[in-house]
Each structure stands twice: as structure tokens, then as C-alpha cells.
Nanobody, 125 residues
């Protein structure tokens, strides 16, 4: 049973940067890690994911070139670096873990086994 805790959210101006962290209660070296976000009244959206070893990453098209995911398995931590933020990025951001070798696309929320409580990111105009 993996517990995930996100932090680093807050209020930033458009064009600014923010770095989110996700700390797990135990080792995550056997888990694919993903970031999702959800704005009020909208569906949960895939942001990006990283393989268990950290060798490859995948991002939603709108995030490519602006967001970067990384992980440090020795610290049980995953990061989401967000640059060139836009008001449209305003949402609650969630960290999630999926067991290695799980069948299905990485961008499907239903494939993840554990979720954090989320952290609010607000981008002003």
C-alpha cells in the first residue's frame, strides 16, 4: 500500500515556473509514475508519465516542451517541473503510481493503483 503526498503548488503569474514534488511512503522503483490534473467541472487529464527506471518519459501534446518529469528512486520522489505556465494550466495536480508491467496505455487514469491527495496550482493573467 503506497501513500503519495504532493507538494509545491501555489499561485504564480503567467509565464512563471513551478516545481511539484511527490513523496512516496515506500520504494517506488517498481512503479510507473504519472501526473494528472483536474480543473473544476472538467475531466481528469493526463499530464505526463515516467517509466519505473526513469529511462523514458511521455507527455500530453499540450505539455511538451514546457513540462518535465523526473524521479529519484533513492528518495522515493517524483518531480514535475513546469515552465511557461498559462492560465489554462490552473488545476489540482495529482501524483499516481502504476504497477510495473501493467497492460494498457500510460495515459489512462484507470490503470493507476495509488493516488495522492492533490496540490492546487493557480496561474494568474
Amino acid at each position: 500500500q503506497v501513500q503519495l503526498v504532493e507538494s509545491g503548488g501555489g499561485l504564480v503569474q503567467a509565464g512563471g515556473s513551478l516545481r511539484l514534488s511527490c513523496v512516496a511512503s515506500e520504494g517506488i522503483s517498481t512503479y510507473v509514475m504519472g501526473w494528472f490534473r483536474q480543473a473544476p467541472g472538467k475531466e481528469r487529464e493526463f499530464v505526463g508519465g515516467i517509466t519505473a527506471s526513469g529511462d523514458t518519459t511521455h507527455y500530453a501534446d499540450s505539455m511538451k516542451g514546457r513540462f518535465t518529469i523526473s524521479r529519484d528512486n533513492t528518495k522515493n520522489t517524483v518531480y514535475l517541473q513546469m515552465n511557461s505556465l498559462k492560465p489554462e494550466d490552473t488545476a489540482v495536480y495529482y501524483c499516481a503510481a502504476r504497477r510495473r508491467f501493467t497492460i494498457g496505455p500510460m495515459d489512462r487514469a484507470s490503470g493507476y493503483n495509488y493516488w495522492g491527495q492533490g496540490t492546487q496550482v493557480t496561474v494568474s493573467s
